[in-house]
C-alpha cells in the first residue's frame, strides 16, 4: 500500500540512505527499501525535482553509474536550514498574538504559544517591531464562533443552521457541544448531533448561523477523535467499497484515505476503502466515468450503473 505521505516519507528515507551510503549498488539500495530496482529507479528521478528551489544549485543530483552505483551530488544543499523571510516572520508572530487572544483556550496552550512567540521574536529582529504595531480583532460576540466558544464553556446547547455542500441546501441541527478543532488546517466544531444521534464535524466557514439555547448540554460519551489522523476517519461499521481505477483514475489515491491498494497490469489500480456514506462514492464513481467503476458491493455496483444510464438516456433525449 501507498500513498502520497508513504512515498515522501520513502523519498525522504532514500536521501538520508544514499548520503550515508555513497556508491551504494543499486540492487542494495532495493533489497532495503523492499523495492525492484525500476522503482527505485523511479524514485531517484523524481529526486532529479527535489529541492529548495528550481535552481541548478539548489536541486539534488542523483544518478547510477556504470558499475550500477548510486550517487547523491548537492545533498547538503537541500537539508541546509530554511531561514524565515521578514515578512514570513511577521506572519507567523501576528497570527501567533492572535490566537493567544482567543477565548476559551486553554491554560497550556497559551503559555505554549507564548513560548514559540517569544522565541520567534528573538530571531525575528526588526520584523517583530514591526509585529508590534499590528493586531487582529475578532468578530463580536455574536459571531458564530464566539457562540459555539460560549455555549462550550457554558456547557449549553446550540441549534445550528448548516450549508451541506453535497444536497446544495441549509439544514437546521441541534447539537451537543464537545470541542473546536483545527482539522487539516480548518477550524471545525466537534459536536453530538441529535438529528443523526451520532458525533459530528461541523465545518466553522459551513456555519451559517449559531443559536445559544437556554438548555444544559449532556452529550453521550463519543468516541475519541485524533485531528492529526485527518477529517476522514473510518469506524468498524462503514461500508467497504472495492474500485478499478484505470490510468487515468490514479490520481483518487491522492486524495482518498484507503485500506488496501493492488496494482493492476493496465497500469491501474484495484484500490479497497471504507466509507459512512456511500453516496460519496456513488459521485466519485460517476465522475470517472471510463476511468472507474465500483466492484463491491454490488447492490453500490448496481446503484452507480443505473444513475450513470439515467444520466445517459436524459442526455440522449435533450
Known amino acids: 500500500m ?54 541548478a544549485d539548489d536541486l539534488l543530483e542523483p544518478h547510477v553509474d556504470s558499475d550500477g552505483r548510486v550517487w547523491l551530488d548537492n545533498a547538503d544543499a537541500p537539508v541546509r536550514p530554511v531561514r524565515l523571510a521578514p515578512h514570513e516572520a511577521l506572519s507567523l508572530l501576528v497570527a501567533l498574538r492572535a490566537l493567544a487572544g482567543l477565548s476559551g483556550l486553554r491554560d ?5 504559544l507564548g513560548r514559540v512567540t517569544a522565541k520567534l521574536e ?43 455542500p453535497r444536497r446544495d441546501q441549509v439544514t437546521e441541527r441541534v447539537v451537543d ?17 441529535r438529528t443523526a444521534e451520532d458525533r459530528r464535524l461541523f465545518r466553522l466557514d459551513r456555519v451559517v448561523a449559531a443559536e445559544l439555547l437556554d438548555e444544559a448540554s449532556d452529550p453521550p460519551t463519543v ?31 491522492e486524495y482518498y484515505p484507503y485500506d488496501a491498494l493492488e496494482e493492476l497490469p493496465d497500469g491501474g489500480l484495484r484500490l479497497t476503502l471504507r466509507t459512512p456514506d456511500t453516496s460519496v462514492v456513488r459521485r466519485l464513481a460517476l465522475r470517472l ?20 444510464s439515467a444520466a445517459l438516456a436524459a442526455y440522449a433525449d435533450a
Not at 177 to 193: D, H, K, T
Not at 289 to 302: C, F, I, M, N, S
Request: net charge negative; glycine share 8%.
Open 2 to 55: 501507498s500513498n502520497a505521505l508513504d512515498d515522501t516519507r520513502r523519498l525522504l528515507s532514500l536521501v538520508a540512505y544514499l548520503r550515508e551510503r555513497p556508491g551504494a549498488r543499486l540492487e542494495d539500495v532495493a533489497r532495503a527499501f523492499g523495492h525492484d530496482i525500476d522503482a527505485i529507479e523511479a524514485d531517484l528521478g523524481t529526486l532529479h525535482m527535489c529541492g529548495t528551489s528550481f535552481m
Open 108 to 112: 497550556r496552550d497559551r503559555e505554549a
Open 122 to 164: 528573538d530571531a525575528a529582529g526588526e520584523a517583530a517591531q514591526v509585529a508590534a504595531h499590528v493586531s487582529v480583532e475578532f468578530e463580536a460576540e455574536e459571531s458564530s464562533f464566539a457562540t459555539m466558544d460560549r455555549a462550550i464553556a457554558e456547557k449549553r446547547v446550540l441549534r445550528l443552521s448548516y450549508y451541506v
Open 177 to 193: 457541544p464537545v470541542r473546536l478543532l483545527l482539522v487539516e488546517g480548518r477550524p471545525y466544531l466537534l459536536a453530538w448531533c
Open 223 to 253: 468516541a475519541p477523535f485524533d485531528p492529526d489522523e485527518g477529517l476522514v476517519q473510518p469506524t468498524p461499521d462503514d461500508v467497504e467499497v472495492v474500485l478499478e481505477l484505470g490510468p487515468g483514475g490514479r490520481w483518487v489515491r
Open 289 to 308: 466515468g471510463e476511468h472507474g467503476r465500483v466492484v463491491a458491493p454490488a447492490e453500490l455496483a448496481d446503484e452507480v450503473h443505473r444513475t450513470a
